[in-house]
């Protein structure tokens, strides 16, 4: 089966511009996660999905961070104005259900540089 | 708060060896608990789930256990290769916990 994908795999913006970062989950998962993962740290939640509802988003900065997964299918992070601190991986995942609910299956990323 | 530890230094072992890598985790009560191997700029590959009521999951040279009144689980790899040289992250979630990852542990295994 084919994996995540995500797009881009690198971004580099300056600071206060916005950036936009797609993924699309492996066909049949219902279950989206979006992680910011900062270098020499573990990936960090910023929302989950399940279909096309919010199940959390405690950990996202609202003020600068907006998801969304419109047909329960792919879904898009963005980010505006962006800040130095929000240099990270971008990490998507979903998961599938039933007897294996909890395997994350990620995605390879997008590298996101703020200058 | 919820919070999980993982050893921050490296662990350098001889190839061959079996490598121990340790999650432990506070004000947490997890359902379930995970492990991820994480090589440079790339994604989380999942390892090997173990549920709250298991102590111990094997998967070819992958052994987990998990002592919930501890609160810590172990993750062995026997038989060590260079070509198992990555980070190693533990994954915490279940009830009303989301997914929390430990920072990692960098495994290196010299030849």
């Known amino acids: 089966e084919a994996g995540v994908a995500q797009s881009p795999r690198y971004k580099i913006i300056e600071k206060r511009q916005s950036v936009a970062f797609w993924c699309n989950p492996i066909s049949g998962h219902a279950t989206l996660y979006w992680y910011q993962q900062i270098l020499g740290q573990g990936p960090k939640l910023l929302i989950q999905f399940q279909n096309n509802g919010v199940v959390d988003d405690s950990q996202l900065p609202k003020d600068r961070f907006s998801a969304e997964r419109l047909k329960g299918v792919d879904s898009t992070l963005k980010i505006q104005p962006a800040k130095l601190e929000d240099s990270a991986m971008y990490l998507c995942a979903s998961v599938t259900s039933g007897s294996n609910r909890g395997e994350q299956f990620f995605g390879p990323g997008t590298r996101l540089t703020v200058l | 708060s919820q919070k999980i530890e993982q050893n921050s230094e490296a662990l350098n072992i001889q190839e061959g060896k079996t490598a121990t890598l340790t999650c432990n985790y506070t004000n947490y009560s997890p359902a379930y608990l995970q492990w991820y191997r994480q090589d440079p700029g790339r994604g989380p590959v999942f390892l090997l789930l173990i549920r709250e009521n298991e102590k111990e999951k094997r998967k070819e040279r992958l052994k987990v256990t998990f002592d919930t009144t501890l609160k810590q689980s172990l993750f062995h790899i026997t038989a060590s290769q260079p070509a198992d040289s990555a980070t190693y992250l533990c994954?915490?979630?279940?009830?009303?916990?989301?997914?929390?990852f430990g920072r990692g542990t960098s495994l290196i295994v010299h030849p």
């Open positions: 994954a915490l979630e279940g009830g009303s916990y989301i997914p929390t």
